[in-house]
């Protein structure tokens, strides 16, 4: 992908085909921008992607939070059901959904995006997030109880700072899930200026011709936003993997 992104376009359809380029040709990288609404596509998948994740993470704490600490009948069911969820492919209910979008007027919107992301990634983030709670002593609550914190306080102030790597790591799991998202995005939105980057991309492959030179530059780009923030969050996200490895 980057040795194509780096090729002029008379070497990427040459045979036999090189691996390393030739030539650097640096001028894809500004080409790219100067043809194709590229900021626009980056800013409406960071938009769609950033919102997902935070409403995944107001809704999914307390949720996950109830499903570890609560005792109820059918416990065990409801979380199996969670992951039955995700076993769904989106071609499967792709049509019903657009249908239930045209109906609330929401084709061409971001909330059809963001409400259909935030509800199939929120699954998941309550399965790993319960799992992460699981480990967090329950005493330690109860002393905060009895020192006077509220239940919120205690979720709060005790288990939301000791449980943060497993919230960050739930977080980055959604955002990339948001990000590289693109069958929604393709189905629910026609409009050119509210494509996301997935989108965007797609429509480099033309009828008769691809643009691979542009596709792997646009590509190149686009990963560069999950490997500044898996740089930015490395350290949470090691201790919220090893912490989820030796959960129940």
């Not at 600490?69 to 492919?89: D, E, H, I, P, T």
């Not at 997030?129 to 102030?157: H, M, W």
């Not at 497993?166 to 959604?174: E, H, L, N, R």
């Amino acid at each position: 992908m980057l040795s194509t992104s780096l090729k002029q376009v008379g070497e990427v359809y040459s045979t036999p085909p090189t691996w390393i380029p030739k030539v650097i040709y640096w001028k894809n990288y500004i080409e790219i921008w100067q043809q194709y609404p590229l900021g626009r596509y980056i800013s409406n998948s960071f938009l769609i992607a950033v919102t997902c994740t935070i409403l995944n993470g107001v809704l999914a704490v307390p949720a996950a939070y109830a499903v570890s600490r609560l005792r109820f009948a059918g416990r065990k069911m409801f979380m199996y059901m969670f992951l039955v969820v995700q076993m769904f492919s989106p071609v499967i209910i792709i049509m019903p959904l657009f249908k239930l979008m045209a109906i609330w007027g929401l084709l061409d919107t971001y909330q059809s995006l963001i409400i259909t992301n935030t509800v199939f990634t929120l699954s998941f983030s309550i399965w790993m997030l319960s799992s992460y709670f699981n480990n967090v002593p329950v005493d330690i609550e109860q002393a905060a109880l009895i020192d006077g914190c509220s239940r919120v306080q205690t979720i709060t102030k005790i288990l939301i700072p000791i449980a943060a790597p497993g919230i960050v790591t739930t977080a980055i799991y959604t955002f990339i899930s948001v990000w590289n998202e693109f069958m929604f995005a393709l189905t629910f939105i026609s409009r050119a200026e509210m494509r996301p980057l997935t989108v965007g991309l797609y429509n480099f492959i033309r009828l008769w011709t691809i643009n691979w030179h542009h596709l792997m530059t646009g590509a190149v780009i686009g990963i560069v936003p999950i490997v500044i923030l898996f740089m930015m969050a490395e350290r949470n996200l090691v201790k919220g993997l090893a912490a989820g490895a030796v959960k129940s």
